[in-house]
Antibody
Framework: EVQLVESGGGLVQPGGSLRLSCAAS????????MHWVRQAPGKGLVWVSY????????KYADSVKGRYTISRDNAKNMLYLQMNSLRADDTAVYYC??????????WGQGTPVTVSS | EIVMTQSPATLSVSPGERATLSCRAS??????LAWYQQNPGQAPRVLIY???ARATGIPARFSGSGSGTEFTLTISSLQSEDFATYYC?????????FGQGTKLEIK
């Protein structure tokens, strides 16, 4: 069974940092592109970042470029999102999702991030 | 950036009736379009890939159509579990983008 489990969310002050993790199981993690998608309270889904299966390519939404870094450890079946210089508008539930080249077929349950003083 | 516009924002339909949700792209995305269903407090679930292919385990009452810039998700006979929020998603161009969602509510 495919499982994606996020962790690392929490309350952080503006300007602070957090590192989110996504533990993957039940599939060959190293074969899949992976993404982070976020959802602010009461709002819609927003794509955040992508990483290629071998980690050799990454992309970011303009709103997080230069502040967030996506990475992966295929030996550990782990996806990460390093978030720096956090702002109030980064407050959201962050989901990791598996890309099957036709959309995202599996999503984690999400980890909440709150940026507030 | 491709802007995905969903309409209506809220759709009120009675159980057993048909629901038709629309999604328009600001430029062509070919058939690189997926639909997701999301219930409150839960992660999204994929319904449709490639504009019209049902994902594994998705009931036949869900169907997708369209190409280019105009897409439709149809639910033929609404069941109680179908009342949720639906999002379209284009994966043809970077950055990937989602529509703002259509909330399907019980009439």
């Amino acid at each position: 069974e495919v499982q994606l489990v996020e962790s690392g969310g929490g309350l952080v002050q503006p300007g602070g940092s957090l590192r989110l993790s996504c533990a993957a199981s039940g599939f060959t993690f190293s074969s899949y592109w992976m993404h982070w998608v976020r959802q602010a309270p009461g709002k819609g889904l927003v794509w955040v970042s992508y990483i290629k299966s071998d980690g050799g390519d990454t992309k970011y939404a303009d709103s997080v470029k230069g502040r967030y870094t996506i990475s992966r450890d295929n030996a550990k079946n782990m996806l990460y999102l390093q978030m720096n210089s956090l702002r109030a508008d980064d407050t959201a539930v962050y989901y990791c999702a598996r890309d099957v080249y036709m959309g995202f077929d599996h999503w984690g349950q999400g980890t909440p991030v709150t940026v507030s003083s | 950036e491709i802007v995905m516009t969903q309409s209506p924002a809220t759709l009120s339909v009675s159980p057993g009736e048909r629901a038709t949700l629309s999604c328009r792209a600001s430029q062509s995305v070919a058939t690189s379009l997926a639909w997701y269903q999301q219930n409150p407090g839960q992660a999204p679930r994929v319904l449709i890939y490639g504009a019209s292919a049902r994902a594994t385990g998705i009931p036949a009452r869900f169907s997708g159509s369209g190409s280019g810039t105009e897409f439709t998700l149809t639910i033929s006979s609404l069941q109680s579990e179908d009342f949720a929020t639906y999002y379209c998603h284009q994966y043809n161009n970077w950055p990937y983008t989602f529509g703002q969602g259509t909330k399907l509510e019980i009439k």
